[in-house]
């Protein structure tokens, strides 16, 4: 089964009727359906974290939604570990000249070690690291 790797960009239009993208990748994500769709608890974290400006049932829909994909057969999620903390930094520290969040190299180490060449976001860092972005603008 294809694999591809779900960034929090996708996780939070997908989820939030507000976003201006939601529509198109609510439409993606039908498409999609027979593909294994991998992330980390440390994107769900950054999901989870975007919302906790918003109120309270905006926060109660992202909560659910987390523990619902969690449950998805069609979706990997990868646990945070000390190891993925570690490698991660590695590559932040490697990478000072550029805007990477330490999420990013998480997930970046993470598909590297994966062999997961395909993202759903439209986060340019990933093409910087030679990684194919699947919604591109």
Not at 19 to 46: A, C, G, K, N, Y
Request: some cysteine.
């Amino acid at each position: 089964m294809k694999q591809v790797f779900v960034d929090t960009f996708y996780w939070v239009a997908l989820l939030n009727p507000r976003d201006d993208l939601h529509q198109e990748i609510f439409q993606f994500s039908q498409t999609i359906t027979t593909v294994l769709r991998v992330t980390t608890e440390e994107v769900l974290i950054e999901v989870l974290n975007f919302f906790s400006n918003y109120d309270a049932l905006m926060r109660q829909k992202a909560s659910r939604f987390t523990h619902r994909i969690s449950n998805e057969l069609s979706i990997h999620i990868i646990q945070q570990t000390h190891a993925s903390f570690q490698s991660g930094l590695e590559l932040y520290e490697r990478r000072l000249d550029k805007g990477y969040s330490l999420t990013d190299c998480i997930s970046m180490q993470t598909v590297k070690q994966l062999g997961i060449t395909d993202i759903l976001t439209r986060d340019r860092h990933f093409t910087q690291e030679g990684f194919n972005i699947l919604l591109s603008k």
